[in-house]
């Protein structure tokens, strides 16, 4: 969607084969490369769209030009009456969204960021499991097909981990894990590594959004600026999260990730990964 160096090269290229003179001006310096090269990766890194440059145009349609509960309510309307997973079927799912792009055998576990077989899923300490990001108890959807077995918002993840993180909210501070060596955790807060702070951000607020309650059946989720939101259907907190889907930009890993959910399983995507900046406009 964006022009890359390689395409931004090519006419360049062409003309030195072919022998011509160009003037400099018409060309940028390395600095000036340099520079067009920072601000092309600035500009997929905020992956923002607007109606004559998002792919995803027709899906998104109806939101355009709003902000506020009216974006929010437009966005329900569109990600709503996903097709829901079973529980079992999320590790054969899983194996496909959360692949290691360096090794088809691996998936990436979301707090260790460790790469392991996908066949070591389980209930051993070192397995992987089913790590439900916007937590379980906050909404009492447990495993139920709908909220229970999202994939927007379920990540492979080491299975001590995922019970040291529990149910707690998100937020920074805390002591480091021994074995998630760059999260941070207390009694009343998880704070991930860096790499997905953007991640979980994106993948709560989605889950408020998708979530209304208005179907029989399904909770109503709300981000909450605040931890020990306890078992409301809560999740804090939202200034923290805010500032890291700022921090932490959409990544190729998210991209890919949100258009297999689309595509092969779910038939919905997250808005906050395609359009970053209506996260500003409704929070
Ligand atoms: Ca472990
Ligand atoms: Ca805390
Ligand atoms: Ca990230
Ligand atoms: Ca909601």
């Not at 939101?229 to 939202?238: D, I, N, V």
Request: a negative charge.
């Amino acid at each position: 969607m964006f022009p890359t160096m390689n395409s931004l090269k090519k006419p360049a290229a062409l003309l030195f084969v072919a022998g011509l003179m160009v003037p400099t001006l018409l060309f940028p310096t390395n600095s000036q490369a340099e520079n067009t090269v920072a601000a092309n990766e600035a500009t997929s890194a905020s992956v923002t769209a607007d109606s004559t440059t998002d792919p995803y145009y027709s899906y998104y349609q109806t939101a355009y030009g709003k902000t506020g509960t009216a974006l929010k309510s437009a966005l329900h309307n569109i990600i709503d009456d996903h097709k829901k997973l079973s529980y079992d079927s999320l590790w054969a799912a899983l194996r496909d969204t959360d692949e290691d792009p360096n090794n088809p055998n691996n998936v990436i576990l979301l707090y260790t960021g460790r790469s392991q077989s996908k066949l070591t899923n389980g209930g051993l300490v070192n397995d992987w499991n089913r790590e439900h990001v916007w937590a379980k108890s906050h909404g009492g959807f447990g495993e139920t097909a709908g909220a229970g077995t999202d994939l927007h918002h379920i990540r492979p993840a080491d299975v001590s981990v995922n019970s040291a993180r529990g149910n707690l909210d998100f937020d920074n501070g805390g002591v480091y894990h021994s074995e998630a060596t760059l999260c941070r955790y207390d009694s009343d807060s998880w704070e991930p590594r860096d790499a997905v702070k953007g991640d979980v951000a994106r993948m709560l607020l989605y889950m408020a959004v998708r979530y209304e309650g208005d179907v029989s059946g399904e909770p109503n989720l709300e981000m909450k600026d605040a931890v020990n939101t306890g078992t409301a259907p809560y999740h804090g907190k939202l200034s923290t999260l805010l500032q890291w889907h700022l921090q932490d930009p959409v990544d190729s890993f998210e991209m890919r990730r949100n258009n297999i959910i689309y595509t092969k399983y779910q038939g919905n995507r997250n808005p906050f990964i395609d359009h970053p900046e209506w996260v500003d406009l409704i929070w």
